[in-house]
């Protein structure tokens, strides 16, 4: 048995991120207003000095205020919504070949939490690592995520999985797109670049890992 490691957006689901996607849609919906756009505007005012360039990667402050319950509700369906033809294919038939396999498949992304675990349902995907946001009573806050799976922090984490699934890194495969993958990427020992950015193709060619598609 081994570990299957997908990122989610670029690698297995093309165009927009499915969190801008979703944000739209809560705006849709009427589940964004005029106090989570400001608390959002605030956030990137606030935590600039210790975010930088990734404080809007950070922002999940448009969730300020509400429910834990309402947001997960609104997730799942807005999962199947997206329709099929924003999948990554080849991606996905990696995915689907490791579930045929036995293998133990994992999202881990910086999309919401709520959106990996719908997608891990849709893709049929063993369990899901996603950002994790800061609660009080049951809301969410302005407050920076309490886990996100972006850049380093993504390595940071794979000690962590190691032991949940007791397989060591160099057993694990890891699918992602983008150059701020390369830290996490480093140090699996299977790394497959799918549809990559040219940092990642590069570093991906230079090194003689997969890339998809062929």
């Avoid at 935590?47 to 969730?63: E, I, Q, T």
């Avoid at 881990?108 to 995907?125: D, K, N, V, W, Y």
Wanted: aromatic content about 10%.
């Amino acid at each position: 048995m081994r570990l299957a490691i997908f990122d989610v957006d670029g690698t297995l689901v093309s165009g927009r991120s499915t969190e801008k996607r979703f944000m739209a849609w809560l705006l849709r919906r009427g589940h964004i207003g005029p106090f989570q756009i400001l608390s959002a505007a605030w956030f990137v005012v606030r935590w600039f000095p210790r975010f930088g360039r990734h404080v809007f990667r950070k922002n999940k402050a448009y969730l300020n205020g509400l429910p834990v319950s309402l947001v997960a509700d609104e997730a799942k369906q807005f999962v199947q919504s997206v329709p099929d033809a924003a999948w990554v294919e080849p991606a996905l038939a990696e995915l689907r070949q490791h579930g045929k396999n036995g293998d133990i498949v994992v999202l881990l992304s910086g999309t919401l939490q709520p959106i990996a675990e719908s997608l891990c349902s849709r893709f049929g995907a063993d369990g899901s690592l996603g950002t994790e946001c800061h609660v009080e009573q049951q809301r969410f806050t302005a407050s920076p995520p309490v886990q996100h799976p972006f850049y380093d922090e993504k390595a940071d984490m794979l000690p962590s999985i190691c032991e949940t699934y007791r397989i060591a890194a160099g057993e694990i495969y890891a699918y992602a797109d983008s150059h701020f993958d390369i830290p996490l990427l480093r140090k699996v020992g299977h790394p497959v670049a799918v549809c990559p950015d040219r940092t990642l193709a590069e570093w991906a060619r230079a090194n003689n890992h997969r890339i998809l598609p062929h």
